[in-house]
């Protein structure tokens, strides 16, 4: 039963990087289908990868077991570590993102194995417990492994909380890149009343600011909206009213399309940066690529899957931040997220309804068929 899988692992305290034992509740069941079974640590991370059959096509389901801490344990209506049905609710840290798709993942490959034995393709699970976290030794490391032995997945379904007011309404067919810059400004500290013995590095990226701010970078796509550019931080002064400061530190971050690519936004930021006479360090840190899933095999089964299962035909979108989804595109064609709402992930009283959780697992169920019968 889905309900009572996700309540067990609810219940492990599996705060990123810690599994606490997650993975092994959903291995011991996997294990009884056939799968064969790789445990992959990468430095204090836990991941698995597990595949029943050999031939293609390949469906994966991904996922991730850590949770993010529950906050202040007291605001909850119920201890976030103990499963609790209230109003026909399931309360607990990651019961939306991401316990309850997990639960659904297992209960429906048992369910499609005992109804289709001798499937064709082959069915597989990549799980990590770093997702939540910096994300360097999770689902990354996992995909460089598959790909340094030749692995490709045709399929992959990531459990991901997708849907927005209802269950349903929305699948992820693909995220933005991100981008991220540290800017340092360099300009020469001084006495605030010696205006011509200084260089007030503020004044000098001023300018430059304004146009990086007001300049269109893009005009998206068919799948993504315009590429932005915004300033998350900056820092600068010594706190004294009478002291220009000798540098500024800005941090700021690109959500780009892929009309937009990595080497085009940097280089002009940087033309913006020389035309206005900026002295500076910028060293950047791409996180993510921007990948696509387009209308095709995938998109069309799980569609088709949530129709029937929830009577709700989903939106296609590529909004948020970012997944594990653009490690896995790296070596899978075909990509895409769909999971509860995602309402209260990472707020105090985390919940998903009761009613939500078994056309959850049929619609995962019926989009094996689809891929993989019909």
């Known amino acids: ?40 640590r990468f430095g204090n991370v836990d991941n698995f990868w597990a595949r029943r059959g050999i031939d293609a096509p390949v469906v994966v389901f991904a996922g991730h077991t850590d949770v993010v801490p529950s906050g202040p344990e007291a605001s909850w209506f119920s201890p976030p570590f103990e499963p609790t049905i209230r109003d026909k609710m399931l309360y607990g840290r990651g019961s939306a993102d991401m ?55 045709d399929y992959c379904i990531v459990g991901e909380p997708t849907s927005n007011k209802l269950v349903g309404d929305m699948i992820k067919n693909g995220r933005r890149g991100s981008l991220s810059g540290k800017l340092i400004v360099k300009g020469i500290q001084g006495h605030i009343a010696y205006p011509h013995l200084l260089k007030n590095p503020i004044h000098m990226i001023a300018p430059a600011i304004a146009e990086l701010a007001t300049t269109s970078w893009d005009s998206g796509n068919e799948y993504f909206p315009p590429t932005s550019w915004q300033i998350s931080n900056i820092n600068g002064g010594t706190g004294a009213t009478n002291v220009v400061p000798g540098t500024v530190d800005i941090l700021f971050n690109f959500r780009f399309s892929t009309a937009s690519t990595e080497q085009e936004l940097k280089s002009r930021v940087h033309a913006i940066l020389d035309k206005h006479a900026v002295q500076y360090d910028l060293q950047w840190e791409l996180s993510g690529k921007p990948y696509i899933t387009p209308k095709g095999n995938l998109v069309e089964a799980i569609s088709r899957a949530i129709e029937q299962c929830y009577g709700i035909s989903p939106e296609l979108s ?19 997220e769909f999971g509860p709402l995602n309402a209260t992930i990472h707020q105090l009283n985390e919940c998903v309804a009761i009613a939500d959780i078994d056309p959850l697992k049929l619609t995962y169920q019926r989009t094996l068929e689809n891929l993989l019968i019909k």
Do not use: W, Y
């Not at 993975?23 to 790789?38: D, H, M, P, S």
């Not at 590529?318 to 895409?336: E, K, M, N």
């Open 1 to 40: 039963m889905t309900l009572a899988l996700a309540k067990a692992l609810i219940a492990r305290r599996s705060l990123t990087p810690d599994d606490a034992g997650c993975q092994e509740i959903l291995i011991e069941r996997l294990e009884k289908l056939g799968f064969t079974i790789e445990r992959m």
């Open 99 to 153: 316990k309850t798709s997990l639960a659904a993942f297992i209960t429906a490959i048992e369910a499609f194995v005992e109804n289709h034995p001798a499937h064709k393709g082959s069915i597989a699970l990549l799980i990590t417990s770093d997702e939540e976290g910096v994300a360097v030794d999770g689902t990354v490391r996992v995909v460089e492994a598959l790909k340094a032995r030749g692995e490709t997945l």
């Open 318 to 336: 590529t909004t948020g931040g970012t997944s594990d989804g653009r490690f896995i595109a790296d070596i899978c064609t075909q990509v895409i």
